[in-house]
T-cell receptor, first 115, second 114 residues
Framework: EPEVTQTPSHQVTQMGQEVILRCVPISNHLYFYWYRQILGQKVEFLVSFYNNEISEKSEIFDDQFSVERPDGSNFTLKIRSTKLEDSAMYFC?????????????FGEGSRLTVL | AQSVTQLDSHVSVSEGTPVLLRCNYSSSYSPSLFWYVQHPNKGLQLLLKYTSAATLVKGINGFEAEFKKSETSFHLTKPSAHMSDAAEYFCVVSTNFGNEKLTFGTGTRLTIIP
């Protein structure tokens, strides 16, 4: 069964460092998403991406964050200068169609720890 | 605005007994509602979804949920729990107006007692 894969599974970084989290969505999917879950809190929407541009983003997704689809398979989330409060589990997801008609397929998550 | 409230952070049931995980929602528009499950060290998997069709929705692994507009509820049930059902369950809402943002509940951890 096709699945969304994320790397790394766990990354530890120093505050102020840049981090790139990588995702390989399911190959025939057109919509891509990042969500995050701070320990003990709700899963929160960060950003959605379609046709090589951001289609929606939350207030969390400030100038420190960026997303990119550098080639035909990868979808990345970059945090330019990490802060302690960026420590969270980051989930990538993809879907064939718009979320309210289709199903989002999530990866297993990348745990980011900022020291 | 939209939100979901999962009324129980932790539910324990014995194997073979019924499961009930409670969820109430709030939405300004006609909602789409979902239940996702997360097994340890796994991604989030869709169990079932309601998108304004039949109010009783059947999902995978014997789970089902009923949309009750008058009670603003979308409780998840299963007649007989299995050990493999032990996981974290998330109730999720979105609107039907092309809003791509899913709003998650805080999750309910289901423990199955042998």
């Amino acid at each position: 069964e096709p699945e969304v894969t994320q790397t790394p599974s766990h990354q530890v970084t120093q505050m102020g460092q840049e981090v790139i989290l990588r995702c390989v969505p399911i190959s025939n999917h057109l919509y891509f998403y990042w969500y995050r879950q701070i320990l003990g809190q709700k899963v929160e929407f960060l950003v959605s991406f379609y046709n090589n541009e951001i289609s929606e983003k939350s207030e969390i997704f400030d100038d420190q964050f960026s997303v990119e689809r550098p080639d035909g398979s990868n979808f990345t989330l970059k945090i330019r200068s990490t802060k302690l409060e960026d420590s969270a589990m980051y989930f990538c997801a993809s879907s064939k169609g718009r979320m309210n008609t289709g199903e989002l397929f999530f990866g297993e998550g990348s745990r980011l720890t900022v020291l | 605005a939209q939100s979901v409230t999962q009324l129980d952070s932790h539910v324990s049931v014995s194997e073979g007994t019924p499961v009930l995980l409670r969820c109430n929602y709030s939405s300004s528009y006609s909602p789409s509602l979902f239940w996702y499950v997360q097994h340890p060290n796994k991604g989030l998997q869709l169990l079932l979804k309601y998108t304004s069709a039949a109010t009783l929705v059947k999902g995978i692994n014997g789970f089902e949920a009923e949309f009750k507009k008058s009670e603003t509820s979308f409780h998840l049930t299963k007649p007989s729990a299995h050990m493999s059902d032990a996981a974290e369950y998330f109730c999720v809402v979105s609107t039907n107006f092309g809003n791509e943002k899913l709003t998650f509940g805080t999750g309910t951890r289901l423990t199955i007692i042998p």
